[in-house]
Nanobody, 124 residues
Framework: QVQLVESGGGLVQAGASLRLSCVAS????????MGWFRQAPGKEREFVAA????????DYADSVKGRFTISRDNAKNTVYLQMNSLKPEDTAVYYC?????????????????WGQGTQVTVSS
């Protein structure tokens, strides 16, 4: 079992930055690739970013590429999502999650463990 706890969400104006954190406990963190998803009201959960076990490979949704950066610190069992140049359309609940495998990172159906989510609201 892996427990995931997100933090760092909040209410910001367009153009601002936020950094989300997700702390993992349970099985060794370094064993897992990690991902971030988000879900806006009335919309499906969508992939945002993912990082492999070592941190050497990352992947991003086109909508956040160039603005968001995913990183991890295996010594701290933590994955981060740095969000810059935030837009109102980034408003959503953000979830960190651990996929079954790096190859399944794009599908929420292939994620084994989920955090409780943290709200990000961007005002215009």
């Amino acid at each position: 079992q892996v427990q995931l706890v997100e933090s760092g969400g909040g209410l910001v104006q367009a153009g601002a930055s936020l950094r989300l954190s997700c702390v993992a406990s349970g099985r060794p963190f370094r064993m897992y690739a990690m991902g971030w998803f988000r879900q806006a009201p009335g919309k499906e959960r969508e992939f945002v970013a993912a990082i492999n076990q070592s941190g050497g490979n990352t992947d991003y949704a086109d909508s956040v590429k160039g603005r968001f950066t995913i990183s991890r610190d295996n010594a701290k069992n933590t994955v981060y999502l740095q969000m810059n140049s935030l837009k109102p359309e980034d408003t959503a609940v953000y979830y960190c999650a651990a996929p079954l495998d790096w190859s399944t990172r794009l599908s929420s159906l292939k994620y084994e463990y989920w955090g409780q989510g943290t709200q990000v609201t961007v005002s215009s």
